[in-house]
C-alpha cells in the first residue's frame, strides 16, 4: 500500500490493532467492531495531503504513532501517490488510511493541517451534509462524497477528535508527513489511478 516506513510496530500489529497494509477499497479495519469502556488503546495519527496542480499529480503521508504501557514508541507511517487527483482528497485519504489501518476500536487524536478535513468535523459540515442527503448549505452536492462516506465508516469504530495544525510550522509530524506526500506525488513511476476523482 505504497510506503511503510518507521519504528518497530510489532507490539501494536501483533495485538491486532493494526493491520500491515491498509485496504485500497475501504473495507476490513474496526468497522463492525463494539466500543467497550476503559478498553480502548490510545493513538495518534498524523496526516497531510499533497498535489502538483489542482487537480494534479497527488500523494498522502500519515503517521500512526502508539505509546506502550512500557513507554515504548510504536510508530508507522504510510504514504502513496496517484496520477490525478487535488489536495483535499488527498488530506480525506490520509485520514482514512491511518483509521483503517486500525483493526480493533481506539481513541484517536487525529492531527491536520487541512481545515477542510477539521472543520467538517469540529463545525459539524458533515451533520449538516448528512441532513441534507449530502448538499451542502448552498444546495449544491458536497464534493469528494465518496472518500467523505469511507471516512464516516472507518471513523465510526474509533472514540475520534481532530485537532487543527498549522502547516510549514516547525511541527514536526506534520513536516515528516508532508515529506511523504509531496515524495509520493512526485514518483510517477509508482503512481495509482484515483478511481473516485472526477475531473
Given at each position: 500500500m505504497g510506503a511503510q516506513h518507521g519504528f518497530s510496530f510489532s507490539e501494536f500489529s501483533q495485538a491486532g490493532f493494526v493491520s500491515d497494509a491498509a485496504r485500497p477499497d475501504g473495507r476490513g479495519g474496526a468497522a463492525g467492531a463494539r466500543i467497550e469502556e476503559g478498553s480502548l488503546m490510545e493513538v495518534t495519527l498524523y496526516s497531510d495531503g499533497s498535489?502538483?496542480?489542482?487537480?494534479?499529480?497527488?500523494?498522502?503521508?500519515?503517521?500512526?504513532?502508539?505509546?506502550?504501557?512500557s513507554g515504548a514508541v510504536h510508530e508507522k507511517e504510510f504514504s502513496e501517490g496517484f496520477s490525478c487527483t487535488t489536495n483535499n482528497r488527498m488530506e480525506l485519504l490520509g485520514c482514512i488510511v491511518g483509521l483503517e489501518a486500525l483493526r480493533r476500536p481506539c481513541t484517536?487524536?487525529?492531527?491536520?493541517?487541512?481545515?477542510?478535513?477539521?472543520?467538517?468535523?469540529?463545525?459539524?459540515?458533515?451533520?449538516?451534509?448528512l441532513k441534507r442527503g449530502w448538499k451542502n448549505a448552498q444546495k449544491q452536492p458536497v464534493k469528494n462524497v465518496d472518500l467523505w462516506k469511507r471516512l464516516l465508516a472507518a471513523k465510526e469504530p474509533h472514540?475520534?477528535?481532530?485537532?487543527?495544525?498549522?502547516?510549514?510550522?516547525?511541527?514536526?509530524?506534520?513536516?515528516?508527513?508532508d515529506a511523504l506526500a509531496t515524495a509520493a506525488a512526485d514518483n510517477p513511476a509508482c503512481h495509482k489511478e484515483d478511481a473516485g476523482f472526477k475531473g
Open positions: 498535489s502538483r496542480g489542482n487537480p494534479g499529480p497527488g500523494g498522502y503521508g500519515t503517521i500512526l504513532r502508539y505509546k506502550a504501557p484517536v487524536t487525529v492531527y491536520s493541517d487541512s481545515q477542510y478535513l477539521v472543520n467538517a468535523f469540529n463545525q459539524n459540515w458533515v451533520a449538516g451534509w472514540a475520534v477528535t481532530f485537532v487543527w495544525v498549522k502547516g510549514h510550522a516547525g511541527h514536526a509530524e506534520n513536516e515528516r508527513c
